[in-house]
């Protein structure tokens, strides 16, 4: 396997990396068990979480399938923090976002729901419009200097809030953001305006989430089969999943299948690969909730994108297009209901 530098770290990554959203609901922790070993095997060294995760569930999953492997010091583990923890419990308007008190709580509580003593890439989960830059800035820095995290990054960023992070950074003498993690598929491509080239310039890496759609570029829905068994959005009542489920969504999945069958390939297998490949791209995350889907999943390590390939794909899903509005867009207009 090839591995990738990390932004403008020294850190070496795998070309995928391994998404733990499901733990905790749909995947056991004898599944993850499997699934953690069995990407370590294959040679992944970057794994992924949050702590709102299934509320910490999967944190706690990752931290023993870890623990199991005996590995700890092989693995680059990341997590997140920024959403609320206490749903369930009365009203605190402090309960979320970025400012200092809760990104110093959410890191010790990960730390010791993944039972480590430090987090190799500490992110923040979205934006937050309502805190200055510089105080989250400040507290990730203080976080670093303590030896508690060792690299930090954000997700889902517009490219004008990453460079307003990295000149606070850069004034205030601050440890900066290395890596960004945006969605990133063959059905939205936003990214490719804005984003990437901000973060090719500045020396950031990328780590795009959902680069199967949610399921929609595995194959499962179809015109005829909206509501596939077993599916993540199986009789989901989310309209924006409706949305994704249009007509030039469809016309486009089915391109891009004759296009796989082509390659004598998966559709699944092609949407990884591509995303794998393009520019400024460090490592996708995976999300398998199974151990059959990780194995599929790593197939598109050993499949080759020409660039006749990419001509293809373009002339169906021209670059910087968005096919849907499924996909949460907070950091292009910030939504509140955390």
């Not at 990214?191 to 959902?210: M, N, T």
């Not at 077993?230 to 924006?240: C, G, H, K, L, V």
């Amino acid at each position: 396997m090839e591995y990738r530098i990390l932004g403008r770290t020294g850190i070496r990554v795998s070309p995928l990396t391994l998404g733990t959203m499901t733990y905790g609901s749909t995947t056991s922790q004898d599944e993850a068990d499997k699934i953690v070993a069995t990407s370590i095997d294959a040679g992944i060294n970057l794994i992924d979480t949050a702590n709102v995760y299934n509320t910490g569930i999967s944190e706690q999953f990752v931290g023993k399938a870890i623990a199991k492997t005996g590995l700890r010091e092989h693995i680059v583990l990341a997590t997140k923090c920024h959403g609320n923890m206490f749903k369930d419990q009365p009203l605190n308007p402090n309960r979320w976002g970025n400012s200092r008190r809760q990104i110093i709580q959410q890191c010790e509580a990960s730390l010791t729901r993944l039972n480590t003593d430090y987090i190799d890439l500490y992110q923040i989960h979205r934006p937050d419009p309502h805190c200055p830059i510089d105080e989250t800035m400040r507290a990730l820095d203080d976080l670093v200097r303590s030896g508690k995290v060792r690299y930090i990054g954000c997700s889902t960023f517009a490219a004008w809030q990453l460079v307003e992070s990295l000149w606070v950074s850069e004034k205030l003498s601050l440890n900066r953001f290395v890596t960004e993690q945006p969605p990133y598929n063959l059905l939205d491509r936003r990214i490719e305006r804005e984003l990437i080239p901000a973060c090719q310039h500045y020396g950031l890496g990328i780590l795009p989430w959902s680069p199967l759609a949610g399921g929609f570029l595995t194959g499962k829905y179809t015109r005829q089969n909206t509501s596939p068994k077993d599916a993540r959005y199986t009789n989901s009542q989310n309209p924006r999943v409706n949305e994704l489920m249009s007509e030039r969504c469809f016309d486009a999945i089915e391109k891009l299948q004759e296009l796989a069958r082509q390659k004598d390939t998966s559709l699944t297998t092609l949407s990884l690969a591509w995303c794998m490949n393009q520019p400024g791209i460090t490592s996708p995350i995976i999300g398998p909730r199974t151990l059959e889907q990780l194995i599929d999943n790593l197939s598109a390590l050993n499949l080759s994108i020409t660039d006749a390939d990419r001509e293809a794909i373009d002339s169906i899903i021209p670059p910087g297009t968005f096919l849907s509005h499924y996909y949460d867009t907070r950091s292009y207009e910030y939504r509140s209901g955390q």
